[in-house]
């Protein structure tokens, strides 16, 4: 297609705008290089460049000017979208070429099968499978009918096993359902093994079955990209969400509510809200957010946790049993607002769901806090054989998630000292468990 030219800067107003029409028409998405679209459009506006002058005099030149602009800021919009549907369409035709693959490495590893064909699906309006893997085993023909997301959470992962199971099941009975996606959890390979569809991810993990062949591969490490989004989720002030719905796990919340009660900022909530639904550990209703899978998020949190950063200081005291506890509870029952303090960790846990005495108690605690346990424990400082450790974490939002388990016995909340005991080595992962099935058990 030539491009328009508009040689006269002296026209009507008709032809001004019957002009900007036809470029409009032009300019529709069709098969001609896109150059030409931006080549007519540069004419329009060096056109218009040139005719402004002699358009400035009455109000009605005035109205062909804005004509102009509006019908040229429409061609440019129209433009815009063709070719980012254009690229998105490029886009998933490549990442299914990718996928496909990935499938054929993995099917060529098995000696009694023979690839025929293994074909992406042309795009249409009705759904479709993404692949099709014609096989040959044994000299019988087979098919696998896959679908590739380039998303693999539970949320997207759900939906689309239903689409693939229903498909096969009326188009190609005796066909294999496969799912593939960059990364699939554990979560989300039981899901696909309870809903009898096969599945692959780009990462290694697969299950496929089908006659006489098995496959089952395992990788054990996440992607980087996994890994951080989790820690992103974990970090502390999404935390601090997560701390607030786990203390009610049965309530709905608002985003305005949880963000109030955190005291995280709205977007903040809302990128949790989307972290949670997307993997299932909740659900949106009517009346907010509601956790529906606890156990998951607290299992999730846990195996990515790490200990508060922070400063963390060894100290002696020389008091012992009922005269120790006494001086603590004293200090940490003493809300003057002057410094916060917590028992922590093994001595949590010594107040929230007994499991066995260590040696040394722990705390947590901002700076205030920490003088006050100074003065009260008669701490003295000590680079080894230390009998209390204080820590000053940089998340003075710890200190918030509190309860008091008996008069003056602040203590870390249940969650938190889950998540503590779980990283301080075998006796912590034991006394973790027994504090978990105490405290910390949800129903199914």
């Known amino acids: 297609m030539a491009p328009a030219t508009y040689a006269s800067p002296c026209f009507s107003w008709r ?33 218009f460049a040139t005719v402004t002058p002699h358009f400035i005099e009455s109000r009605f030149q005035q109205l062909l000017k804005i004509t102009f602009l509006v019908k040229i800021l429409a061609a440019f919009q129209d433009l815009w979208y063709f070719q980012r549907m254009l690229k998105g369409v490029h886009s998933m035709k490549k990442s299914e070429a990718h996928a496909g693959e990935a499938l054929r490495r993995l099917l060529e590893k098995i000696p009694i099968l023979q690839i025929e064909d293994i074909e992406v ?75 009898g569809v096969g599945y692959l991810d780009l990462e290694g993990n697969a299950r496929i079955a089908f006659g006489g062949v098995f496959i089952e591969r395992m990788v054990t490490d ?4 996994e890994q951080r989004e989790l820690k992103s989720l974990f970090r502390p002030k999404s935390a601090q969400v997560l701390r607030a719905m786990l203390r009610e796990p049965d309530r709905a919340w608002r985003v305005t509510e949880l963000s109030e009660i955190s005291g995280v900022s709205l977007g903040h909530v809302s990128n949790v809200r989307t972290g949670l639904i997307d993997r299932e550990w909740a659900s949106a209703s009517d009346d907010g957010l509601v956790l529906s899978a606890p156990d998951a998020l607290l299992d999730a949190w846990r195996d990515s946790y790490t200990p508060p950063s922070g400063e963390r200081l060894r100290f002696y ?116 468990e027994h504090l978990r099935k105490e405290r910390l058990s949800w129903p199914k």
Request: proline share 6%; net charge negative; with cysteine.
């Open 121 to 195: 699906a042309a795009v249409s309006g009705d759904w479709r499978p993404d692949l099709i893997a014609r096989l040959l085993v044994d000299g019988r023909e087979h098919l696998l009918i896959c679908e590739y997301k380039s998303n693999g959470q539970p949320r997207y992962a759900r939906s689309a096993l239903l689409e693939l199971r229903n498909y096969v099941a009326q188009r190609a009975p005796q066909a294999t359902p496969v799912f593939i996606a960059p990364y699939l959890s554990p979560a989300v390979r039981q899901l696909c093994v309870e809903m």
């Open 317 to 432: 005291t020389p008091l012992h049993g009922s005269a120790l506890e006494g001086a603590a509870r004293n200090a940490l029952g003493t809300q003057d607002g002057q410094g916060h303090a917590a028992f922590a960790s093994f001595s949590a846990a010594q107040w929230l769901a007994p499991y066995g005495r260590t040696g040394t108690h722990y705390f947590f605690a901002d700076e205030d806090g920490l003088r006050k346990l100074q003065a009260a424990l008669k701490l003295s400082t000590v680079s080894k054989g230390e009998n209390v450790v204080v820590t000053v974490p940089k998340d003075l939002g710890l200190l918030a998630d509190t309860l008091e388990a008996a008069p003056g016995a602040i203590c870390t909340s249940p969650v938190q000292t889950y998540l503590d005991l779980s990283v301080s080595g075998e006796r912590g992962a034991e006394a973790a």
């Open 222 to 225: 996440k992607p980087v990209a």
């Open 15 to 47: 032809q001004g705008v019957e002009a900007v029409d036809q470029l409009v028409q032009r300019s529709q998405p069709r098969d001609e290089p896109q150059s030409s679209y931006g080549s007519e459009i540069g004419n329009l506006c060096r056109l």
